[in-house]
T-cell receptor
Framework: GAVVSQHPSRVICKSGTSVKIECRSLDFQATTMFWYRQFPKQSLMLMATSNEGSKATYEQGVEKDKFLINHASLTLSTLTVTSAHPEDSSFYIC??????????????FGDGTRLSIL | DAKTTQPPSMDCAEGRAANLPCNHSTISGNEYVYWYRQIHSQGPQYIIHGLKNNETNEMASLIITEDRKSSTLILPHATLRDTAVYYCIVIYPGRRALTFGSGTRLQVQP
């Protein structure tokens, strides 16, 4: 089945640091990838939609200058949390769909990145 | 996308069938029903999806009522590893993000 790899799985860093999270589709090409955020005991919330070769589309309330998304190839999207602060501590999860899949095919998710800002 | 309603929590004995209900009374004709689950501290895992017919795969069965206003996910022989939050999502097919509700927290008891 389709595999989405996310790296790193856990990051602990000081306030003010920028952190890059990678999302890779290992065995398929993904024109579109999605980035979600999940706070403790809450459900996943969509942050942005990442499209290969074009600018990402951000959800209302998500700062595009703080959460930089790059989708430079059909198998890789990156999320960079710039100048991270403790309130950015969360579980970040990406998902992807196969480029060639039928439109009703499911999205596949990475295992998430737990970001802790001290 | 149609709104879904799921019970917040359920318990199931290990080895028994787990039947997780989902109401989606406002579902439209072309919307699919998808089920995902999230085990603690992991990303969501796709389980199964369907349009109107019942579906079965190696993980579970999906029973959709004839009027499509509700569905049931069946895990035939629940194990402790099936303890997770289960999400029922109704959505038009396509390259669109999923909207996650609160889901059902299934606790499989030994």
């Amino acid at each position: 089945g389709a595999v989405v790899s996310q790296h790193p799985s856990r990051v602990i860093c000081k306030s003010g640091t920028s952190v890059k999270i990678e999302c890779r589709s290992l065995d398929f090409q993904a024109t579109t990838m999605f980035w979600y955020r999940q706070f403790p005991k809450q459900s996943l919330m969509l942050m942005a939609t990442s499209n290969e070769g074009s600018k990402a589309t951000y959800e209302q309330g998500v700062e595009k200058d703080k959460f930089l998304i790059n989708h430079a190839s059909l198998t890789l999207s990156t999320l960079t949390v710039t100048s991270a602060h403790p309130e950015d501590s969360s579980f970040y999860i990406c998902s992807a769909m196969s480029q060639g899949a039928n439109s009703n095919q499911p999205q596949h998710f990475g295992d998430g990145t737990r970001l802790s800002i001290l | 996308d149609a709104k879904t309603t799921q019970p917040p929590s359920m318990d199931c004995a290990e080895g028994r069938a787990a039947n997780l209900p989902c109401n989606h009374s406002t579902i439209s004709g072309n919307e699919y029903v998808y089920w995902y689950r999230q085990i603690h501290s992991q990303g969501p895992q796709y389980i199964i999806h369907g349009l109107k017919n019942n579906e079965t795969n190696e993980m579970a069965s999906l029973i959709i009522t004839e009027d499509r206003k509700s569905s049931t996910l069946i895990l035939p022989h629940a194990t402790l590893r099936d303890t997770a939050v289960y999400y029922c999502i109704v959505i038009y097919p396509g390259r669109r993000a999923l909207t996650f509700g609160s889901g059902t927290r299934l606790q499989v008891q030994p």
